[in-house]
């Protein structure tokens, strides 16, 4: 992961995570079912994105865009039924994601755009991701279970390191 400071007048911003590649693990688990699925579907379309050739790069694309849509409905039900107080911001987040989607979706579509803006904006939706699923989704996963369920979710992850160990520690140590 590499770290990329923004910066401002000479003072840093914000720190931007910039990732090489999304993986799904549990440490992605926010405590919703149904949003823990529509996030390991979306590192999948991504990272089919990331990985597609000239002769894939257009059913990708078409299957990111069908993905967010469907995906980003869901949490906006979500938001609506439970009164989310941050749904304004939430749901004007998802609609860049999606506009920036279906531009270069509709390029690519007319041959305006090659394989390498199609990459380009899966690197981006890899680097948006983490953030977006940290900060937004987490908050949205903890006020619907408090709505619904009356309390905090819970979540098991598992073969995370402990402090100061790395996954292949964990993995060696589970195998041994």
């Not at 849509?69 to 004007?92: G, K, N, Q, V, Y």
């Not at 989704?137 to 619907?144: E, I, K, Q, R, Y």
């Not at 402990?162 to 041994?176: H, I, L, Y």
């Amino acid at each position: 992961m590499i770290h990329q400071r923004d910066v401002l007048d000479g003072r840093p911003a914000r720190v931007v995570h910039q990732t090489e590649s999304l993986e799904w693990t549990d440490a992605m688990l926010l405590g919703h079912a149904q949003m823990d699925e529509a996030h390991q579907e979306f590192v999948e379309v991504v990272s089919a994105l990331a990985q597609c050739t000239q002769h894939t790069a257009l059913g990708c694309l078409e299957a990111v865009e069908r993905h967010l849509l469907s995906h980003f409905e869901i949490e906006r039900i979500w938001m609506e039924r439970t009164d989310f107080p941050a749904t304004d911001c939430h749901l004007d987040e998802h609609q860049r994601v999606i506009d920036a989607v279906q531009q270069v979706n509709s390029l690519a579509a007319v041959g305006k755009v090659g394989l390498h803006d199609v990459k380009r904006l899966a690197k981006a939706l890899t680097d948006w991701f983490p953030g977006h699923a940290d900060y937004m989704d987490s908050a949205l996963s903890a006020w619907v279970n408090k709505k619904i369920h009356g309390g905090a979710p819970v979540v098991l992850r598992r073969d995370l390191p402990m402090s100061g160990e790395s996954n292949s520690e964990v993995s060696d140590t589970q195998r041994g």
